[in-house]
């Protein structure tokens, strides 16, 4: 039935788990799938009359909704579209939210402009790109993004805002951090370059390079490197449910490594510490030090392919729950983040965070 000042796109009850990479889920209570700012005006106008939470979804690649679906309003970001402005060295790229990620990475990549080729194969759309600083082999979105074009919800106008007003970080930006469900992110600017210097350091993406005797790779090369890369670690989604990673990894403190080693050293096999000191050298930096978090859940809590029901830790990239045969409920994955929460917080002392957004649990 059509309620009173209901917009006319807006549809009740809409299964929200073939509109996710995942797959799991119930409904949305409402649903609109905006193609201009004036139907999310509109969307969020009718969502705040009647008291609705309201959930922005893009393609859906990095968030698991439950059993009971979403009770508010899911406003799905559709518009496509993209727009260069070229100079001698460089392009300002223009991409609307609604845009396949991937698709855009190929755009550049077939006109040699260097500054996202190892963002390949990442699932999901432009609009996301900029929320959790996408980032992939030694690689960030906040290293190309100029500006992002959003729409405020505090006052319904249209802002660019600069990249230093996004406040990028691991994983992080104000859109998932101070500001977050504040803005609708509409366009995204990145500013690519005719000239770079490929990012190899990597050492999946080295030693296939070295392979092939490849040593001054062209952003085409890079591309085909990580898809290979990536086909061989991360589940594919047109055949098995998946969003990414799960956890983010996580930074420490010298001390907080000094306890980790101690607990690694008092439950694991030597080979395991030694691995431990190695990651330590590889990926040390100023915010701390680096452990993957794959690393923990695989290595030192024994976690991969662990299962409960039909949600499984992936048995090829232990950072990732996967869904493989799309049979697993919304609270079979709950169970399973929080198990796998729990072993790591036992074994290491150490908290790990979600990455995905989980969408009407409780
Ligand atoms: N490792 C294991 N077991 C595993 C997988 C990895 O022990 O099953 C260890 C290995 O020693 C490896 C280390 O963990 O050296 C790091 O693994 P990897 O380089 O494969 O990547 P990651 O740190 O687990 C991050 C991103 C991915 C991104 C890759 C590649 C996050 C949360 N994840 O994963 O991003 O593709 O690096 O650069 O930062 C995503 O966010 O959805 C995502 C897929």
Same mark, same amino acid.
């Given at each position: 039935m059509m309620h009173k000042n209901?917009? /006319?796109k807006i549809r009740e009850n809409v299964p929200l788990a073939p509109l996710t990479t995942f797959g799991t889920g119930g409904p949305a209570r409402f649903f609109l799938s905006a193609e201009t700012i004036k139907d999310v005006q509109e969307g969020l106008i009718f969502a705040d009359r009647k008291r609705l939470a309201v959930f922005i979804l893009g393609g859906g690649s990095n968030v698991v909704v439950s059993d009971n679906g979403f009770p508010g309003l899911v406003l799905q970001i559709v518009p496509k579209g993209i727009r260069c402005e070229a100079d001698a060295d460089s392009i300002r790229l223009s991409v609307a939210a609604g845009e396949v990620w991937d698709d855009i990475v190929a755009y550049a990549v077939e006109r040699d402009w260097w500054g996202i080729e190892n963002l390949t194969a990442i699932p999901g759309n432009c609009g996301a790109v900029a929320i959790q600083n996408v980032g992939a082999y030694g690689q960030e979105a906040a290293d190309v993004i100029e500006a992002v074009t959003v729409l405020d919800r505090k006052d319904g106008d249209i802002k660019t805002l600069s990249a230093e007003e996004c406040q990028f970080a691991y994983r992080e930006s104000i859109f998932n951090r101070s500001a977050k469900d504040r803005y609708i992110i509409w366009e995204t600017h990145f500013r690519l370059s005719r000239k770079g210097q490929a990012h190899t350091g990597y050492p999946d993406v080295r030693s296939y390079l070295q392979e092939r005797q490849i /040593?001054?790779? /062209?952003p085409r090369e890079m591309r085909t490197a990580i898809s290979a890369i990536r086909a061989r670690k991360f589940a594919d989604p047109a055949t098995i449910g998946t969003a990414g990673s799960f956890f983010k990894n996580i930074y420490i403190s010298e001390a907080q490594f000094l306890d980790l080693a101690k607990k690694v050293a008092s439950i694991s096999p030597p080979e395991v510490l030694d691995k431990l000191q190695r990651v330590r050298e590889r990926f040390s930096s100023e915010s701390g030090i680096k452990i993957p978090t794959a690393f923990l859940i695989d290595q030192v809590c024994g976690l991969k392919g662990h299962r409960i029901g039909g949600a499984q830790v992936s048995p090829t990239q232990a950072l990732a729950i996967i869904n493989p045969e799309k049979r697993a409920t919304g609270t079979e994955v709950q169970q399973l983040i929080k198990h796998v929460q729990t072993v790591v917080r036992e074994k290491t002392g150490l908290e790990i965070e979600l990455e995905p957004a989980l969408v009407g649990f409780s």
């Open positions: 209901q917009p /006319t /040593t001054h790779p /062209t």
